[in-house]
């Protein structure tokens, strides 16, 4: 997720488990508590999200040789994690990402910024519907209501199901209840890895999927589902900021980003080899509801939207919401009026566009590429005034930016060309 999307509580929450003092003579112990901490917040609540379940198929789509392109995104996120991190040690004032844009462009670029961060989570809520709507269709293939004349069912029916079910949350404001219900939404992504694990052992599936070493054609949708998988960015600050020692910042990102990468490869290639080149966009959508551990996953995965779409949204309204107060005194209608106008929207565009790998091809290629990859650098790079003179970082800097640039251009390219074919 992105610091936007970090809910006044839940950060809260964070900084309170991060800050720590050294009064007790038990500073080793503290400090641990602190880096175990951090780490369970940048590996489970905020980079592990919805994309991992893309994984398998973004393999599927480049052959076995795709690892090693997921391998050099992970390290070059690594990398403009850092650079972010001393963007925030250039200023002891910032303490979001939206000031470090600040810092580096002017107030113009934050608000740039801002918007960037509000259409990555418009996104992905939609991709929280689509995949309710999917794992609801798959459970539920042949439920149909007919009302009149009128035969509502399918995955368009399951949308509409499902936008139900969360318009209670998403009425809340405040939602210091939903901090811990996020935390078990991300929790969740945990169980749904370690069942589809258990299925290829011993649900009766196996590992004979015909797989391909390479497919070129494949690359620019795969490397596009790689980098969704990476849009935690813009949580540094707020992690980095909360942590009383700060010198641990690198080792704790380093143990994350290391820890993620064990469990996207895990998942990637286990699903490859499960399903081969029949792989679905999610994986557990293939995965049969007759066993105990596939099941276990299929229905974990329908509490994710659950969990997380209040959490997701809450950002996007309050800056609508903000704006329209400065007009109205009526609070809580426009509240309420803005928070159904936005679940509205947002389920009409799960169900005008239901392809969750073409939504994460697009966000992974233009939202995180932007607020992962180019952003970090062209602000350390401006901060710094490291582009002033020709050094290794520079060049490591200007290679990321190129890989940035050339995954956001044809990622963009091909996921939208999927979606238009498709539709």
Known sequence: MIQSCFPSQLKTDVESRLQCTDTTGTGFIRSCYIAISAFLVLSVLVTLGIGILTLPYAVARSGWLALILLAITAYMSFCTAILLKRCMQADPYIRSYQDIAELAFGKEFRLIVHVLMNMELYL??????????DTLHKLFPNFVINLGGLRLGGELFSVVVTALVILPSALLTDLGVLSYVFAMGAAAIIIIVVSILFTGVSGGVGFDGKSQLLIMGGFPTSIALFIACFGGHPVVPTVYISMKNKHQFTMVMLISFLFNNVIYISIAVVGYLMYGSDVQSQITLNLPTRELSSKLAIYTTL?????RYALVMTPVASSIETGLMNKNGDKRSIRLLTRIALLISVAVTACIFPYFESLMAVVGSICVVLASFLLPCCCYLKISGTYRKWSFELVGII?????????????TYASISDLVGKM
């Not at 992905?124 to 709507?133: K, W, Y």
């Open 303 to 307: 509490a994710i939207p659950v969990c």
């Open 124 to 133: 992905v809520a939609v991709g929280l519907l689509i995949i309710e709507g």
């Open 399 to 411: 290679w990321i930016m190129i890989f940035g640039t050339v995954a956001g251009v044809v990622g």
